[in-house]
Nanobody, 123 residues
Framework: VQLQASGGGLVQAGGSLRLSCAAS????????ITWFRQAPGKEREFVAS??????????YYRDSVKGRFTISGDNAKNTVYLQMNSLKPEDTAVYYC???????????????WGQGTQVTVSS
């Protein structure tokens, strides 16, 4: 599985960004795709995850992004998106996408990682 993350940038507080994670092959049939983030000096943390059941998508979010971030998937493009609205300075981090067949919440459960994309939110 190969993952390619993109879409980061610099935005003012209250602004929006959309991250993309392009996956190789028929990844969605076997893997959940998750966004993590890591701020300087902090541990990598779960942001949002999406899993395709074969007929529908299930999405999961950390509490601090609920109502602001939306994760979605496009099977035809093998791509997962993270729409981030109402961004706050505390959302500043390097964002990574990753794939797992196991539990979505723990970093240790992931076998495949994309490169990070920097998101910077200025106050």
């Amino acid at each position: 599985v190969q993952l390619q993350a993109s879409g980061g940038g610099l935005v003012q507080a209250g602004g929006s960004l959309r991250l993309s994670c392009a996956a190789s092959g028929r990844t969605f049939s076997s893997y959940a795709i998750t966004w993590f983030r890591q701020a300087p000096g902090k541990e990598r943390e779960f942001v949002a995850s999406i899993r395709w059941s074969g007929s529908s998508w299930s999405a999961y979010y950390r509490d601090s992004v609920k109502g602001r971030f939306t994760i979605s998937g496009d099977n035809a493009k093998n791509t997962v998106y993270l729409q981030m609205n109402s961004l706050k300075p505390e959302d500043t981090a390097v964002y990574y996408c990753a794939a797992t067949r196991r539990s979505v919440y723990s970093v240790s459960q992931y076998d495949y990682w994309g490169q990070g994309t920097q998101v910077t939110v200025s106050s």
